[in-house]
């Protein structure tokens, strides 16, 4: 093409001699604009950079959309460059990078990148990734070298949030039973369930851990558990967590909620219960203690019981006793045994069971009314004082009847006792 503008303006030139002069000065002026161009195409140049992101800020699940441009010029011949696009972190570790681009001139890319795809781990996250042009340089005969960074902008990465649900949570317990429910985890953000992630879950008592497991949610993001309180659980106030830790895409987070075990509730029934006054005055009371463990009867065997007689509120007598092999307590109240007051209308006794490790406390009453008992030491000295008073007027009597009798005689002599005297 050159070739075919440098001959026509030569026929030009012959053909007038007026014009000559402006056109050979025309024709030098494209020469040296031509030369200055095939210069510029083979010096090396790089500029007119550009390089943005479609927002600032993104959670760890989405996507980074860059666009980038510059011009790039280099002789193709003795030079070599490329331009990449790359993603480094707080660490200076490259996790991603475009291809390499070679093309000379005006040049214009996008890129979709996923973050989930990125090599990021829990270890080496980063809240902050920058994006930047990166630019090499290459002289084959003079084997010079060299390369730039000639534009950056930074992204903020954040993790999402979550919220944890729970169904069929008891907060009480009685040791022996278990509780099943299910939780269910999902994106406070976006309402999105939390499928197949790992959570830790713990059971603490007094700020120890008693029992931790791991776990995976399903995909509706739910995870079911029969807590026990025999195996995870501990009597008292628990607490149990559930962790999720070291995840790239949400928050280390805890949830803690409160379970109290209670001890196991026991039971009396009154099996026998004799206040016949005509059997050598003795009160029978036959009682019955157990507890339910997993739905079935347990005795309560071989426990201290303790009794305790009261007369008007005041505590008068005490004694200890112990149920049997198949958990009954025999009472046997004998009044002898108990001082009674004058003024007493009524025994009330407590039954009192202190509870064990595992069994609650439990205390029973009654309230026995005296007009219905005959008390034996009573009427033995009721009997004896009577017996004595009926015996001292008894010779009381006799005695003033001799007395009244001797002194009748004195006063009133015999007619064969008088003398007569002349």
Not at 63 to 75: F, P, Q, T, V
Not at 223 to 235: D, G, K, M
Not at 240 to 259: G, H
Not at 347 to 363: A, C, H, P, R, S
């Amino acid at each position: 093409m050159f070739f075919g503008i440098v001959c026509s303006f030569y026929i030009l030139i012959h053909k007038s001699d007026v014009n000559k002069k402006i056109i050979v000065g025309f024709l030098s002026f494209i020469l040296l604009v031509i030369i200055f161009l095939t210069s510029s195409v083979k010096g090396f140049s790089f500029g007119n950079t550009s390089l943005v992101t479609d927002k600032d800020t993104y959670y760890t699940h989405e996507k980074i959309k860059i666009n980038a441009s510059w011009e790039l010029y280099y002789d193709s011949e003795y030079e070599t460059s490329y331009v990449q696009i790359q993603i480094i972190d707080i660490f200076d570790e490259q996790i991603w990078n475009s291809a390499r681009y070679y093309s000379i001139g005006i040049i214009e890319k996008n890129w979709t990148v996923n973050i989930q795809a990125l090599n990021i781990t829990y270890s080496n996250f980063s809240n902050v990734l920058i994006v930047r042009i990166y630019q090499t340089y290459t002289h084959s005969e003079t084997g010079s070298e060299s390369e730039s960074i000639r534009e950056i902008t930074t992204v903020n990465l954040i993790k999402r949030s979550i919220t944890c649900q729970l169904t069929g949570f008891k907060n009480d317990l009685i040791l022996g039973d278990s509780n099943s429910f299910s939780a269910y985890f999902f994106s406070t953000e976006t309402g999105t369930s939390l499928m197949n992630e790992t959570f830790q879950l713990i059971t603490t008592y007094n700020k120890e851990i008693f029992f931790q497991t791991n776990f995976t949610t399903n995909e509706s993001g739910e995870v079911s558990f029969n807590i026990s309180t025999i195996s995870h659980l501990n009597l008292g106030r628990n607490e149990i967590i559930f962790r999720m830790k070291n995840n790239v895409l949400y928050n280390d987070t805890a949830f803690s909620y409160e379970i109290f075990v209670k001890k196991i509730p026991v039971f009396v029934n009154i099996t026998n219960f004799e206040d016949n006054l005509e059997e050598a005055n003795i009160i029978k009371i036959q009682l019955y203690y157990y507890y339910l463990f997993n739905q079935s009867e347990k005795p309560i065997e071989n426990e201290d019981i303790k009794l305790v007689f009261y007369i008007n509120s005041i505590s008068e007598y005490e004694s200890n006793l112990r149920t049997n092999q198949s958990g009954f307590l025999d009472i046997k109240i004998f009044p002898n045994n108990i001082i009674f007051k004058t003024a007493a209308k009524s025994i009330y006794i407590n039954v009192i069971f202190n509870g064990t490790g595992q069994l609650e406390n439990k205390t029973i009453s009654f309230n026995l009314k005296i007009e219905n008992f005959s008390y034996q030491g009573i009427s033995t000295l009721f009997s004896f004082t009577n017996i004595s008073l009926f015996s001292i007027l008894v010779v009381l009597f006799l005695f003033i009847s001799l007395k009244v009798h001797k002194l009748q005689r004195t006063k009133f002599k015999l007619i064969r006792d008088l003398t007569f005297k002349f």
